[in-house]
């Protein structure tokens, strides 16, 4: 089992920014394809960003040019940066991690975009 500690959400206002960190002690943490899904009410949980290696990424449409993923293999932990939110993207954010065919996922961070 791998575990996933998400920190970083909270309430911002629209424009504001925000980084999320996922921490995990896994020692496959740098083969790992991590990711960062969201989840609205109502919604099905979508896709945000991943990233393999140290740069290949990939975004959503709705997170290109406005979000930025990275890792710190030697600290285990990937980031999600925020920047001009907006209240769209209200949503609890998930941590997600593709190690050797399996599939692990956090607890989840609310990330709430509101004046």
């Known amino acids: 089992q791998v575990e996933l500690v998400e920190s970083g959400g909270g309430l911002v206002q629209p424009g504001g920014s925000l980084r999320l960190s996922c921490a995990t002690s896994t020692p496959f943490f740098s083969i790992a394809k991590m990711g960062w899904y969201r989840q609205a009410p109502g919604n099905q949980r979508d896709l945000v960003a991943t990233?393999?290696?140290?740069?290949?990424?990939d975004y959503a449409a709705s997170a290109l040019g406005r979000f930025t993923i990275s890792r710190d293999n030697a600290k285990k932990t990937v980031y999600l940066q925020m920047n001009n939110l907006k209240p769209e993207d209200t949503a609890v954010y998930y941590c997600?991690?593709?190690?050797?065919?399996?599939?692990?996922w956090g607890q989840g961070t609310q990330v709430t975009v509101s004046s």
């Open positions: 997600n991690a593709y190690i050797i065919g399996r599939e692990f």
């Open positions: 990233i393999i290696g140290s740069d290949s990424t």
